[in-house]
């Protein structure tokens, strides 16, 4: 006996499969396009058209390519009185990683970034954020800033700024290697736990400055200071030393990080100091305070 089914009906049991195959292969052909473009010149030119025209966001003078990244000789955001510009910024990043649920920026720079908040002062008091948590996983290799201006008030300005940042869905964590204000010199980590309760631990170091009322000339001081706690009520201290007149003094090692000591980076171990006269010991001043930021 035949048991295989007429031709007719053979044709008809088929046509989902074919119809499967070729939406399939439309969607490879679409993708592989999409690919081909996002690799071309003028791709990144178009991307951020098309998000300037959903979001307020301005930009000039972009070249590069959307897969591999570029540069942009200005860029402009702003909503509600808050401000955020740009100049001469490049971002470099691989886009493959997203596939692993991964953001991964090689580079991320700016010659001169401004901020300007001139949202009003009675607006709504802000409340602590309850998590901090991201759809993905980031990692920012490369953080550089020449010049930060924050108009204020009151108006600050940051210089020569370098470092990095990742979030690895648990905590977030930053890292300055070196950063310049005023006449200062500092580094800064800092790390905060991305579910609620969300907890801050911060530990800053720096090397300055400091004019001395009726001194004829400034006194260098060294810095550590850390800022630790949940976001409700923050613990800081610091403490402030002075270093040998006319010296140049090096930021000092960082504190450690409570809870994050396993992620900070490691300091240089330093030889072993042998015995010495003991020398008359150096001015010191310490604070504490409690913070209730909301």
């Known amino acids: 006996f035949d ?30 396009g999409l690919w081909l473009w996002a690799g071309s010149e003028g ?14 966001l301005q930009v000039e003078g972009v070249r590069g390519t959307l897969r591999g990244g570029g540069t942009v000789q200005r860029l402009v955001w702003s909503q509600d009185g808050l401000q955020l510009q740009a100049e001469q910024a490049e971002w470099r990043w691989h886009p ?88 200062g010199r500092y580094r800064l980590l800092a790390a905060a736990t991305a579910h609620a309760p969300v907890r801050l631990d911060l530990a800053l170091a720096g090397a300055l400055s400091a004019t001395v009322p009726g001194g004829a000339a400034a006194l260098p001081l060294t810095l550590q200071a850390t800022l630790r706690g949940p976001l409700t009520e923050l613990q800081a201290q610091a403490e402030l030393q002075a270093a040998a007149p006319g010296t140049a003094p090096e930021p000092p090692a960082l504190p450690p990080l409570l809870g994050f000591a396993a992620r900070a980076p490691q300091q240089p171990a330093r030889a072993p100091t042998p015995p010495a006269a003991a020398a008359p010991a150096s001015p010191q001043a310490r604070l504490s305070a409690r913070l209730t930021p909301w």
Do not use: K, M
């Open 3 to 32: 048991l295989q089914p007429p031709a007719r009906h053979r044709g008809l049991v088929r046509w989902p499969q074919r119809l499967l195959a070729g939406l399939l292969a439309a969607a490879g052909l679409a993708a592989g």
């Open 43 to 56: 791709s990144l030119a178009s991307a951020l058209a098309w998000v300037g025209r959903h979001q307020p």
């Open 96 to 183: 493959g990683a997203l596939l692993c649920r991964r953001l991964h920026i090689e580079r991320l720079s700016a010659h001169r970034l401004r901020i300007d908040d001139q949202r009003p002062a009675d607006r709504p008091t802000a409340r602590p954020p309850e998590a901090l948590t991201l759809p993905l996983q980031v990692r920012v290799a490369e953080l550089r800033v020449d010049e930060l201006h924050w108009r204020g008030p009151p108006a600050l300005r940051l210089d020569d700024i370098a470092g990095h940042y990742a979030y690895d869905g648990g905590q977030h964590q930053l890292t300055l290697e070196r950063a310049r204000f005023e006449q």
